[in-house]
């Protein structure tokens, strides 16, 4: 991890100092589900469409120890997409500097768009400054926060597109995420290491959009306006067009991408596919109009265009006047909206100067898609129709609401749900003779004809002799069989199967028809020998309508049709549960509520749902003893996209909230996954291991169960849900770690008995039983499962230091002080905070950060720098919830071991003190003494006064061996001295 930190910090400092505006070109990227595909991002700077990655792959890492990174591109025009890619965690090192996304082109009305995404923690692109058209997309990546913590109305340009829509998310919940910018001056980040960069807070040129590497115009990373000879200018130069809005190109360049050119006083010359809005097109050059525009459309000197398919329907674009003929023959590959389509398109022409020739268009309900048309000028002389209509199979009307005059004859046949009297109706108000009019359905009118017995012959008075019947039924599929009709010639028999999802099983041949889909009649041809069919890629659990018809090729009056049938397909797994929620209710308590699937495919009896407990990792939270986490509004749930003002019932908006996200998902879907499956089994994947826990939690109804998923289809099988199948190896390359499964059989779920503070995963599957499945197995008709992030309140009191000491260094003038960390903090500690107090002084210090990084190499902290003196100590923890409370003191004495210190007047007083006391005590035994010794006899020395000698005689001394000596005598006195 910190190789990966490291990498991080290198790619953000690449492009101020090493990226210059010289441009390498791509064209639209497609990275699905093969990492190697990823070289194909290899030296682009500039993505000239859009970019889809899809690595739906938990063992496959971006980092580690493929280290994926491509710090040259810094502009995609269109559109950015991260769809189901596990193994990604941030966008900062893939993508450090892609500055500009434009927009040109959007997936519905967003431009960055990042979907269920399992392990993405943080978008991470901190060079992105600009997007210029479309908002952003956040939905369903249960670990992504830095959403809030983003001031996104510095990047989104077009306020209409604000705020993000953020659906099920981390970060969409208050308190789940720590988002922490204390480092970054404006306090707005996408990450604790990306700090949001402002165009405000860098010296650009006026034309750069996004990051630059100095204050000229050569040193944007990306244009505002457009690019050309590696530098931004505000126009392209004289003689020059724009291109895409963003770079300059010659006329020649121009013309050979099949473009046009235009002059608009706005903005100069441009290349543009299709001339704007009043504006039109004069050869290769787009002229403004003289007036309302008029679009004349030639086909390049041909005198017919013939239409088979949509990419040459787009021909017809804004054409007002055609000179020359339309063939149309639309039969197949059209999409359920080819009605609004066609209408698009053929609503603006208004004359047709040739004929119109419609045939074989099985999709064409209505003539009324030409909404404006008016005239259809053919020429009788030169054998040229003004209208031809044949076997178009649905077709039911004509003009309903206009008059069309035509010119030239009229062909009308074989269009069996065309009924007499509208080809009629249509004959008077084009203005053609009376004669012609009542000879309509003769063979005599050579200008018109129309025969009764191929217009409108499909119709509910012909007899119902075909019995009809279902022999198989599954959830995606009916086979259907039909006994065959009779007549001579077997070869000219045909049969024409019509079918249909419906609500109510009364319906009559042409209800509601159209043969586009989106419940309307689809029909399938077959030969005189097929009388079965197997119906494919049909909805589960939905009632189906069908009813067949058989027709004699040149006898339209043998024909014959069946009753209309109905049949209900088997249920199959159902949606992903709608809107889940997680509510902490305490800090060791999660209730998380969802909705109902939106397809249900069946009954739905039950849910299961599986819960992970996301392991923090340390990596991710750096010290910071001062700040607390960043706490940012909730984003306020968007209205319509393109910031249409929704005046409606909160439940309006609800609906159509629910149906723009569908939508929106089916988009995403349908892109990712057209053309098939995208397994590849020959792209080889790295392997590497899921970082990701399970708990065991015991509450109410639990039920063991069999682990991960029954696929019962195979890779070659062409009913596979690609979306399916690929949610269901990913589920069970995770479910390896799951201990329990959760069954119940309501929309809400308690956990009790969850660790504090502590985010958990939490994976919802909608179920529904089958009377033909074993109990055991019941869980089989399990849909895919939707993901929710939750995290349990904080514990104010799993922070507290548990135990503190403290020693004076006897080298230094300093102390080490130990504690033990909280045993169970909140999420994890990032940080400690040491404070101390000099108790002479009374003053507390600031305290003193102490990763925990270094508590972790120590045990503790080395406080230095002290004064002789008692000290007090303290600590308290920085967890990812708060800011703990501090510790009992300690306390510890500091002394210099190198100097004596003077003793201090205590010490003097005790000395003098004690001094007395012993002299005292000294002269005391020596006065007891001296008195002693004055009182002991001595042995006397007896001599005679002279005063005396005459009277007294010598006395010798008496024999006594022990005498003391009390006093002097009188030399005269003969009595002994007291004792």
């Known amino acids: 991890m910190a190789g990966r930190i490291f990498l991080i910090v290198i790619l953000a400092s690449l492009p101020i100092g090493s990226l210059s505006l010289e441009e390498r070109v791509c064209s639209s990227r497609e990275i699905k589900n093969c990492p190697q595909e990823l070289e194909r991002l290899r030296n682009c700077t500039v993505i000239e469409g859009s970019l889809l990655i899809y690595i739906n792959n938990p063992n496959f890492y971006f980092n580690e120890p493929h280290n994926y990174s491509f710090p040259e591109l810094r502009e995609i025009t269109d559109y950015l997409i991260l769809y189901r890619t596990p193994g990604l965690r941030s966008l900062a090192q893939l993508f450090p500097n892609l500055a ?10 967003y431009a960055l768009l990042i979907h269920e995404n399992q392990n993405l923690e943080d978008i991470g692109l901190s060079g992105l400054t600009e997007i ?52 970054c001056s404006g306090r707005d980040c996408w990450s604790v290491r990306q700090c949001q960069k402002k165009l405000s807070d860098r010296k650009c040129h006026s034309e750069c959009a996004g990051d630059c590497n100095g204050n000229t115009a050569a040193d944007c990373l990306a244009c505002r306006h457009v690019y050309h000879g ?49 504006y039109e097109k004069n050869g290769s050059v787009c002229t403004p109009c003289d007036g309302p525009c008029k679009k004349v459309c030639v086909f390049d000197g041909t005198e ?30 059209v999409s359920e909206n080819f009605t609004q389509e066609l209408k698009s398109i053929l609503g603006s022409i208004e004359v047709i100067n040739g004929g119109l020739s419609i045939r074989r268009c099985f999709p064409l309900v209505s003539l009324d898609v030409f909404s404006k048309l008016r005239e259809i000028n053919g020429d009788k002389a030169k054998d040229l129709r003004g209208l031809y209509i044949v076997d178009n199979e649905n077709l039911q009307a004509l003009w309903s609401n206009q008059t069309v005059i035509i010119k030239g004859s009229m062909l009308i046949n074989g269009n069996h749900k065309l009924c007499n009297d509208k ?9 053609r003779l009376e004669t012609e009019i009542n000879d309509i359905n003769t063979n005599s009118n050579t200008s018109i004809s129309a025969p009764k017995e191929t217009n409108g012959d499909q119709v509910s008075c012909m007899p119902a002799s075909i019995g009809v019947n279902t022999t198989h039924v599954e959830s995606n599929s009916i086979q259907v069989s039909w006994s065959p009709i009779s007549y001579f010639d077997h070869r000219r028999i045909m049969y024409v199967l019509f079918y249909r999802k419906t609500d109510r099983s009364n319906l009559t041949y042409f209800d509601d028809f159209s043969a586009c889909g989106g419940g309307q009649w689809i029909s399938v041809d077959f030969t005189p020998d097929e009388t079965t069919h197997v119906i494919q890629g049909l909805q589960p659990y939905t009632l189906y309508a069908f009813y067949v018809r058989g027709s004699v090729r040149g006898n339209n009056t043998a024909g014959e049709v069946s009753n209309i049938s109905y049949v209900l397909t088997k249920p199959d797994s159902p949606s992903l549960p709608e ?31 599986k819960v ?131 069954i119940v059989n309501t929309t809400f779920r308690l956990f009790t008995d969850m660790s504090h503070f502590t985010a958990y995963t939490f994976q919802i599957r909608a179920c529904h039983t089958s009377d033909n499945l074993d109990p055991q197995h019941k869980e089989d008709n399990c849909g895919d499962p939707t993901m929710i992030g939750g995290q349990t309140d904080m514990d104010a009191d799993a922070d507290v230091i548990p135990r503190l000491w403290a020693k004076r260094n006897e080298s230094a003038m300093a102390v080490t002080v130990w504690w033990d960390a909280p045993p169970k903090p909140n999420g994890l500690v990032r940080a400690f905070q040491i404070q101390f107090m000099k108790i002479s002084d009374g003053k507390e210090v600031k305290p003193t950060c102490v990763s925990y990084q270094d508590y972790a190499a120590r045990g503790g902290h080395v406080v230095e720098g002290l004064q002789v003196g008692n000290y007090s100590f303290h600590v308290r923890a920085l967890s990812l919830a708060q800011i703990g409370p501090w510790s009992d003191w ?34 005391a035994v020596a006065v007891w003494y001296i008195r002693k010794k004055s009182q002991t006899p001595k042995n006397p020395d007896f001599s005679i006064n002279p005063a005396y000698a005459c009277k007294c005689q010598r006395v010798r001394s008496p024999p006594w061996t022990r005498l003391t000596f009390a006093a002097e005598l009188n030399p005269c006195s003969l009595v002994p001295p007291l004792l």
């Open 100 to 109: 500009v996304i434009r927009g040109r082109e959007l997936l519905g009305d």
């Open 132 to 183: 210029q058209r479309g908002g952003v997309y956040l939905k369903l990546n249960p670990q992504l926060c830095y959403i809030r913590s983003v001031d996104w109305s510095e990047i989104v340009k077009l306020k209409s597109y604000l705020p993000p829509r953020s659906i099920g998310n981390k970060d969409d919940k208050d308190g789940l995420c720590l988002s922490d910018c204390n480092n």
């Open 230 to 278: 590696g530098s931004c200018l505000e126009r392209c130069p004289r003689g020059l067009l724009k291109y895409l809005d963003r770079r300059c190109v010659d006329e020649s360049f121009c013309f050979n991408m099949s473009q046009l050119k235009v002059n608009r006083s706005s903005s100069g010359l441009e290349c543009v596919k299709d001339c704007p809005a009043e």
């Open 304 to 333: 017919k265009l013939e239409i088979e398919s949509t990419q040459k329907l787009a021909r017809l674009k804004g054409c007002t006047i055609v000179n020359g003929s339309l063939d149309i023959t639309l039969s197949r590959g």
């Open 423 to 431: 080809i009629v109706t249509m004959v008077i108000n084009a203005g």
């Open 579 to 609: 809107k889940p929620q997680v509510a902490s209710l305490a800090n060791n308590s999660l209730n998380v509520s969802w909705e109902k699937p939106a397809r249900e495919n069946g009954i739905v009896a039950f849910y299961v749902i």
């Open 612 to 742: 992970y407990k996301q392991d923090y990792r340390r990596n991710n939270y750096e010290a910071d003893c001062y700040g607390s986490s960043t706490k940012r509004d909730p984003i306020p749930t968007p209205g319509p996209p393109g910031g249409e003002k929704a005046e409606c019932r909160a439940d309006t908006k609800k609906d159509f909230d629910t149906e723009h996200d569908i939508q929106l998902e089916d988009a995403v879907v349908n892109l990712v996954f057209r053309g098939g499956p995208i397994d590849k089994p020959s792209c080889p994947i790295a392997n590497g291991g899921a970082n990701t826990t399970s708990i065991n939690i015991t509450a109410g109804n639990t039920t063991g169960g069999r682990e991960g998923f029954r696929n019962t289809t195979t890779p070659n099988d062409p009913n596979v849900d690609p979306d399916r199948s690929e949610v269901t190896k990913y589920v069970q390359a995770q479910d390896k770690d799951l201990l329990y499964k959760f």
């Open 890 to 923: 300690v306390y510890e004495v500091v002394v210099d071991t190198n100097v004596h210190p003077p003793f201090p007047l205590d010490a003097v007083i005790g000395a003098v003190v004690s001094a007395v006391v012993v002299i005292a005590i000294v002269v």
